[in-house]
Nanobody
């Protein structure tokens, strides 16, 4: 069955950095684009970054562009999110999933979600 296990979150001061990891299983990881999503309290889940199956064509939401970097290791079935210059508005639970995306559209590929990893940025 499809499974996503996110890790690496924590409490960090504004301006700090974190690196999130997501280990995926149950589907042919190297055939799929992958995305990072976040959900803040009272808000809908949003796609913040995505990366093509081969590690190319990265997409970033305007709110994180220039601060976050998405990458993947297909030998480890893992996708990463390096988050630098964190802001209080980045506080959320972060999730990953397989995704189909363009610059203006995305579609999550699986209904299964992991437990997410909490990122809290203190100002």
């Amino acid at each position: 069955q499809v499974q996503f296990v996110e890790s690496g979150g924590g409490l960090v001061q504004s301006g700090g950095s974190l690196r999130l990891s997501c280990a995926a299983s149950g589907f042919p990881f190297s055939d799929y684009a992958m995305g990072w999503f976040r959900q803040a309290p009272g808000k809908e889940r949003e796609n913040v970054a995505s990366i093509a199956y081969n590690g190319g064509n990265p997409y970033y939401d305007d709110s994180v562009k220039g601060r976050f970097t998405i990458s993947r290791d297909n030998t480890k079935n893992t996708v990463y999110l390096q988050m630098d210059r964190l802001k209080s508005e980045d506080t959320a639970v972060y999730y990953c999933n397989a995704v189909h995306y363009t610059s203006t559209y995305y579609s999550v590929q699986y209904n299964d979600w992991g437990q997410g990893t909490q990122v809290t940025v203190s100002s």
